[in-house]
């Protein structure tokens, strides 16, 4: 395990910002907090209820998020919000803006912000569940790590 003297810091010049009236972050990171299970609109997502014990459809007012496919291909280059939920028989999510396109059975949430880069353990983590073997992560140093997070979890912002 390499060592950390201080946070990292996880920033970069993202080219999807353009160069005035742009105060979004637009870093993706992390697991797929929700997924769809019936079509929605274009302010709305509808999921399962939260399972108990598990993070699947957990999402709160507040959070930013991106949408994206059933095969994690970005659905459009904007930044949602959460205005409001309703929890009956299913979940459903409510948003600002509103997309493009309604939401269809599949499609899923990943939050926006700089997520599993606050420590050199949570790095190692997040590249665990992503596929890396812990011998690999033992190897990597925090630049590495940082890098390669950015790559699979936010591959457009290169």
Request: glycine content about 6%.
């Amino acid at each position: 395990m390499t060592h950390q003297i201080t946070a990292p810091n996880p920033s970069y010049v993202d080219k999807r910002r353009s160069y005035r009236d742009d105060f979004e972050t637009r870093v993706v990171a992390g697991p797929v907090v929700f997924t769809a299970n019936a079509g929605g609109t274009t302010t709305t997502i509808v999921g399962a209820n939260a399972a108990p014990g598990t993070n699947t459809n957990v999402i709160r007012i507040g959070d930013e998020f991106k949408l994206f496919t059933a095969a994690g291909v970005l659905k459009e280059e904007k930044v949602f919000s959460v205005t409001a939920q309703a929890v009956a028989g299913s979940t459903t999510v409510t948003f600002s803006p509103a997309a493009a396109v309604a939401t269809i059975s599949t499609d899923t949430m990943k939050l926006v912000g700089e997520y599993n880069q606050n420590s050199t353990a949570e790095m190692d983590r997040r590249l665990v569940a992503l596929g890396f073997t812990a011998a690999r992560v033992a190897t990597m140093t925090e630049n590495d790590k940082q890098f390669q997070i950015r790559v699979s979890d936010d591959p457009g912002s290169l």
